[in-house]
């Protein structure tokens, strides 16, 4: 049996690859353009076993719906702050995905012989990349909307001192942050010209509502006539909204600990206790 799954795969596979390289007039889906968008340089070549994974970039720019793409693109903008998961875009990332799900569904087959263990390993390989990937994105998120209020104070407080509001960003974005590093690069990315350019633009690459809202009133600023005003007006905004939305996590923490209580703690107490009190009573009858 498993030299029939075996060999389904491998036509399959081999059908993919023909529908690909000789089919080009097909429509290339929402996913292309991610493609299109890729800042990996043009002739590059990818070393070692990251080069073979390139090949899957044309099926999966056809075939791979656009929302994953993005949700990707947007974890690895994040770990990639941080300095994880450097090199890598979301194309090359579902690359892994596939074929960690292919090598472990295969390697099902080959263990067990069996469909249904096969399909819970591909499940596995396609999941663990996106888990590892999704926990530093997490943890990089929450530490930049945390520190984010705090940039923005500074850079009011830069401007209520008469600095302007360019000057401001350039001068906060020499905090250790995080926020401070990724302005760092926003000022690097726009090479001398007008920041607040490009400051949307990476603000639309992180897909964070709170930076996309920022960059926005940003501008709003830059184009208003009472700049320290609004300036003021924006942190006191954003810090309340941070306190807000903190409050309103700390209190939802306590029902979401409630199903895990019931079955880890709750459940597991009082079969214990029915086991105690019943097991003496079955063995007297």
């Known amino acids: 049996m498993t030299l029939v799954y075996l060999i389904g795969i491998a036509t399959a596979v081999l059908l993919v690859l023909i529908w690909v390289e000789f089919v080009p007039s097909l429509p290339k889906g929402r996913a292309a353009q991610f493609l299109i968008?890729?800042?990996?340089?043009?002739?590059?070549?990818?070393?070692?076993?990251?080069?073979?994974?390139?090949?899957?970039?044309?099926?999966?720019a056809r075939w791979m719906p656009g929302s994953l793409l993005r949700r990707t693109k947007s974890d690895l903008?994040?770990?990639?702050l941080v300095s994880k998961w450097e090199d890598w875009d979301e194309v090359q990332l579902t690359s892994l995905r596939v074929a960690l799900a292919l090598g472990a569904f295969i390697l099902g087959l080959l263990v067990y012989d069996n469909l249904i263990?096969?399909?819970?390993?591909?499940l596995?390989?396609?999941?663990v990349p996106a888990t590892l990937l999704g926990s530093v994105a997490r943890r990089v998120r929450r530490r930049f909307q945390a520190q984010l209020p705090e940039f923005i104070q500074?850079?009011?407080?830069?401007?209520?001192a008469g600095v302007s509001l360019?000057?401001?960003?350039?001068?906060?974005?020499?905090?250790?942050?995080?926020?401070?590093?990724?302005?760092?690069?926003?000022?690097?990315?726009?090479?001398?010209?007008?920041?607040?350019?490009q400051l949307q633009k990476e603000a639309q690459a992180s897909?964070?509502?709170?930076?996309?809202g920022l960059s926005v009133q940003l501008e709003f600023v830059r184009l208003g006539t009472s700049q320290q005003e609004l300036m003021a007006q924006m942190a006191s905004r954003i810090a309340a909204e941070y306190t807000a939305g903190a409050e309103q996590r700390a209190e939802s923490v306590g029902a979401e600990l409630v199903i895990p209580m019931v079955l880890f703690y709750f459940l597991p107490f009082?079969?214990?206790?029915?086991?105690?009190?019943?097991?003496?009573?079955?063995?007297?009858l």
């Open 37 to 60: 968008d890729s800042e990996q340089p043009a002739g590059k070549k990818l070393p070692g076993w990251r080069g073979w994974l390139s090949r899957l970039a044309k099926p999966l």
């Open 77 to 80: 903008y994040f770990a990639q």
């Open 117 to 122: 263990p096969s399909i819970l390993a591909a």
């Open 124 to 127: 596995v390989g396609w999941q």
């Open 154 to 160: 500074l850079v009011a407080a830069q401007m209520a």
């Open 166 to 197: 360019e000057e401001a960003l350039r001068r906060t974005a020499q905090t250790s942050s995080l926020v401070g590093k990724w302005m760092q690069h926003v000022l690097q990315m726009s090479q001398g010209r007008v920041i607040f350019t």
């Open 207 to 212: 897909n964070l509502p709170d930076l996309i």
């Open 270 to 284: 009082i079969a214990v206790i029915l086991i105690l009190i019943g097991w003496p009573i079955l063995n007297t």
